[in-house]
């Protein structure tokens, strides 16, 4: 609800209210007088009505006494009279005897033998008057007069017309046509008749001042606007009576009480509107304006109306629109400006792996956003453990170097501010001049004050080994956080720090919060690149041994061939395989072989010149490649090989029980060379191997070379098998 709607509803509840509650409590009392005369109409209806079906009863009680004390020839006569009279609408009589008679005669003296029941039971139709719950009885015989009729014939109307009598079910589910009154006395019964018609039913009601009906419902209520009470049957009422009393006609005091409530009700809200209207308006209208400004429109102002609480409103508004609209121009100047340079960082980061190429853009990035000098990116040489130079830009003095010569500077973690956030890994700035080369900081120098803003203890001046500076800011760059709980990263990888933030004395909050996001972005960077180096390295590497793959040695065969053929060079392949390997398992264990294929590619190693590729090719099978190499110099490296591999054992530091701590080893090779054993990598390859299954089949613990070597090198230069080296 808007807030004119809760203003002329708080009015209107203030000033309806009473009247509204006023006018509820006398249409309620009126309602209940008007009830209560009605109920009281309906008890005076019920008193009447029993009275006036009292006399009919007493009346056709008398009609038949009068008939019965006649002699037999005389009653028709008096039953004529009566009737004439309207005393009665019907009068029956007979004679009373103990037999049944199987026939009614239709004459008005019913003839001897005619029965009329003792207990008062009735006729269809008929109701008697004397019965104690108001249940029928039977009349004598029919006369000629009515013998065609179902129903009881109708008394003559007020207006001269004739009615017929309702059929209204009694209690016993008969239809109710006439009461009746009986009179039983020696040798005679007489019936006299009443019709229950409409005339009757009218004429009770014109008594009590209300509608009278038969078959009532069973408790009072309401029907078609009026009050409906039932009149039960009963000793001297044996009729079942719906009484209907209509309410009066309301007064002119009561109908003007609505028109009073609505004229209120009118002026209220006409009022109430106005009060609404005149203190919203001026909200309405800042609510507008600020929706336009929402929307971007910083141009729009308010008027001020008047000089009271809304005015002083809309003038803070103003003044607080003109503030935003200066400020939102220079965050989109300077948006747009940072927008660019993420743009060119973000292509980077995506288009390279080559950190010569990041990191410069991140520095020139950060400078950009922070207005620095100089900027410089160091990152920690896990070889030794220092600081290394990557890049820099702006820098004055012996760091002013190219990149090839910056690179080779180096600074100890744990000294100077480099050092102390590379250790700490805690963000710094301050201010701070060239110290000596003790660490000392000069005099009226600042100290470090971390990102915190608390002082970071121990000396963190800048050192005569860092960049010259008037102020500075240095963030660590740390790895990113990794898995799915988002684990920090492996730690620092380096620091990322800018010196001299031109045109103020020193870097704030802002800067230092804008440089730990360009921070993370080299985290991110040299974190990916290390990870590619990595997977790269495992991708080629061989876990067990540490020596490259056959993945790899194919792709250095095919490169070492393609360059010993342009330049024509020679190239020596050497294929070993480990003799007996499968018994060194099956005795020691498969553990014990492993460490015994471990031990054998180190010695490997140590018998190979820098230039020299060792590869496993799978299994216990090795290839070296030696390029530059003839097969006289690859004779020479295989009998090194294995002498190495034979005169020492292996120490074996996983053994079964009762079983040698170690045991000897030794080596078979074939030797190949290019372009005499093969045109391509896998020709020359194939030579090697078949060369080795030839050191195998000589006895093993030997070398071979392929066949289309020469005899002098083939026969003079090869040792025989070793005593004791048997397949």
Excluded at 118 to 141: K, L, S, V, Y
Excluded at 325 to 332: C, I
Excluded at 525 to 539: D, Y
């Amino acid at each position: 609800m808007t807030l004119r709607g809760r203003l002329t509803s708080a009015f209107l509840v203030v000033v309806l209210g009473p009247v509204l509650l006023g006018s509820v409590f006398v249409a309620l009392t009126v309602a209940a007088v008007s009830r209560d005369r009605t109920n009281e109409r309906l008890d005076h209806a019920v008193t009447t009505v029993r009275t006036a079906v009292g006399a009919i009863c007493g009346q056709l009680q008398a009609a038949a006494e009068a008939v019965a004390v006649v002699p037999p020839d005389g009653r028709a006569t008096v039953a004529d009279q009566l009737i004439a009279r309207g005393l009665a609408a019907d009068i029956r009589f007979g004679g009373e005897q103990p037999a049944v008679s199987p026939e009614v005669p239709t004459s008005r003296m019913a003839p001897p033998g005619t029965v009329f029941p003792r207990d008062g039971a009735a006729q269809a139709g008929w109701q008697d008057c004397a019965a104690p719950d108001g249940a029928q009885t039977t009349a004598p015989a029919a006369s000629a007069r009515d013998r065609a009729q179902t129903t009881a014939p109708a008394a003559p109307a007020r207006d001269g017309t004739e009615t017929t009598a309702p059929h209204s079910s009694g209690r016993d589910g008969t239809q109710i046509t006439a009461l009746a009154a009986s009179v039983r006395s020696v040798g005679v019964s007489v019936q006299a008749a009443q019709p229950v018609d409409t005339a009757l039913l009218r004429r009770l009601g014109d008594a009590a001042g209300v509608t009278v009906a038969l078959d009532g419902p069973q408790e009072s209520g309401g029907s078609a606007g009026g009050t409906v009470r039932r009149l039960g049957a009963g000793p001297g009422q044996p009729l079942p009576l719906t009484l209907t009393a209509m309410p009066g006609q309301p007064t002119f005091r009561y109908a003007i009480i609505p028109l009073i409530v609505l004229v209120t009700a009118a002026v209220a809200v006409v009022v109430a509107r106005w009060l609404a209207r005149s203190t919203t308006r001026p909200l309405g209208d800042l609510a507008w304006a600020a929706d336009r400004v929402a929307n971007g429109d910083l141009d729009t102002r308010v008027p001020i109306p008047r000089p009271d609480e809304l005015g002083r409103l809309a003038g803070t508004f103003n003044r607080m629109t003109r503030e935003l609209q200066s400020y939102v121009q220079a965050l989109t100047a300077s948006r747009d400006q940072l927008r660019r340079h993420l743009s060119i960082l973000g292509d980077t980061l995506s288009s390279t792996h080559d950190l010569d190429r990041i990191l410069p853009v991140i520095l020139r990035t950060a400078m950009t956003a922070t207005g620095a000098r100089a900027g410089l990116v160091l990152l920690v040489d896990d070889a030794d453990g220092t600081l290394a130079a990557r890049c820099g830009a702006g820098l004055t003095g012996e760091w002013d170097l190219p990149p090839a010569e910056l690179a080779q500077r180096r600074l100890v973690i744990g000294r100077g501010v480099l050092g102390a956030v590379a250790a700490s890994g805690t963000p710094l700035r301050g201010s701070a001049g060239v110290v000596a080369a003790s660490g000392a900081p000069p005099c009226g120098s600042a100290s470090a004050v971390a990102a915190s803003g608390a002082p970071l203890r121990g000396s963190a001046g800048v050192v005569a080994e860092e960049p010259a500076c008037e102020s500075y800011v240095a963030v660590p760059i740390c790895a990113p956080p990794t898995g799915e709980d988002q684990e920090p990263g492996p730690g620092t990888l380096g620091v990322l720090a800018l010196y001299d933030r031109l045109g103020s004395p020193g870097f704030d909050d802002s800067d230092l919060r804008t440089l730990r996001t360009f921070a993370g972005q080299a985290g991110v960077a040299v974190h990916n690149v290390r990870v590619h180096e990595e997977a790269q390295r495992l991708s080629l590497t061989d876990p067990l041994t540490g020596l490259w793959n056959y993945r790899y040695l194919r792709e250095v065969l095919r490169r070492e061939v393609e360059r010993a053929s342009r330049f024509g060079r020679m190239l020596t392949v050497l294929v070993l395989d480990l003799d007996h390997f499968k018994e060194v398992n099956d005795t020691f264990g498969h553990p014990a072989g492993d460490q015994v294929l471990g031990e054998f590619a180190r010695r490997i190693r140590l018998g190979l010149r820098e230039v020299d590729v060792a590869f496993r090719q799978g299994g216990e099978e090795f290839v070296v490649l030696l390029p530059e190499t003839d097969a006289y110099g690859g004779v020479i490296v295989a009998e090194r090989l294995g002498a190495l591999v034979r005169d020492r054992p292996v120490q074996l530091d996983q053994r079964r029980p009762g079983v040698a701590d170690r045991t000897s080893i030794s080596v078979s090779i074939g030797i190949a060379v290019f372009p005499e054993h093969g045109e391509t990598a896998q020709q020359v390859l194939d030579a090697a191997d078949e060369a080795l299954y030839a050191a195998k089949n000589a006895g093993r613990d030997t070398y071979r070379l392929a066949e289309s070597v020469s005899s002098r090198v083939s026969e003079g230069n090869f040792d025989p098998t070793p005593a004791g080296s048997g397949p």
